[in-house]
């Protein structure tokens, strides 16, 4: 009985968590808008436009820190209001309903206490990654660094996991940026993998280790190999594949059950 209070304790926090979701399609329809370089030409605040603040010589804040940008010019820009509110709100409670369910699971499956937590913060940040990048092809940074900050967390919490992490950590990011300098010099300098998806499997390899973090790597693989070939079949077009998804799913299945699918499949290679 007190398992099942405590499951439904999480879940209502969970709703409550997905408070974070209000301006999700807000946010998606802004980066879109943001993506087009002349969106911004006839707007009459553009010079003194705070997104637009230069960061070095050819970057500025929406171009690096586009959910950051989002938030200091949400009340003002004109390509952050819409007037379909029945859309946004349908796509917080989606959202946030998807946040209950698996904040149960990570209960079912931690309990209480501090790795919980920093699961479900991190849970509710793939959601919001999967979202955003399912519509607009990139992963605000800003939940990649959150995600980090989770892993340092867990690290100052279990010293013991601290290189497995660190290998992670670096071990996923020098894979990764190696795999694509490579497809990159093969394909016409096109890059095979997103700089969003690689500081996402880095950020993930410093919260779970590198062990589970080769799991959320495959299973997201996996997935959006069968996912993006069926969509491609039935819509019979040329949608772009958003990886983000597909490897935020990877790595909630590592968080949930990435230890027995690792065990399952080193008993399959009698190793």
């Known amino acids: 009985m007190m398992n099942a209070a405590l499951t439904g304790v999480y879940g209502v926090s969970g709703i409550l968590a997905g408070v974070i979701y209000k301006d999700a399609y807000r946010l998606n329809h802004y980066i879109q808008k943001m993506d087009d370089e002349h969106s911004c030409d006839r707007c009459e ?50 959202l946030a309903i998807l946040n209950s369910v698996l904040y149960m699971s990570l209960y079912v499956r931690y309990g209480i206490g501090p790795e919980s937590i920093l699961y479900s913060i991190t849970v509710s940040l793939l959601i919001y990654i999967g979202y955003i990048d399912w519509n607009t092809q990139y992963i605000p940074v800003e939940f990649n660094i959150i995600i980090m900050i989770c892993g340092i967390v867990r690290l100052i919490l279990r010293p013991g996991i601290r290189l497995e992490c660190l290998i992670g950590l670096v071990g996923t990011a020098l894979l990764l940026y190696g795999i694509n300098w490579i497809g990159a010099k093969l394909h016409d300098g096109n890059d095979v993998i997103g700089g969003g998806d690689i500081r996402l499997m880095a950020a993930a390899g410093l919260l779970l280790g590198w062990k589970l973090n080769i799991v959320a790597f495959m299973m997201g693989c996996i997935g959006g190999s069968v996912i993006h070939l069926i969509i491609m079949k039935i819509g019979k077009g040329d949608h772009q594949l958003a990886f983000g998804p597909y490897l935020s799913a990877g790595i909630y299945l590592a968080m949930i059950c990435g230890e027995q699918l690792m065990s399952w499949y080193l008993g399959i290679m009698g190793m």
Not at 54 to 78: D, H, Q, W
Request: with cysteine; charged share 30%; glycine share 2%.
């Open 45 to 94: 605040y553009r010079e003194s436009c705070r997104a637009l603040k230069p960061i070095g010589k050819e970057s500025n804040l929406v171009t690096e820190f586009t959910y950051s940008a989002y938030c200091l010019v949400r009340r003002s820009c004109m390509h952050v209001h819409d007037d379909n509110h029945k859309k946004r709100w349908i796509c917080m409670l989606i």
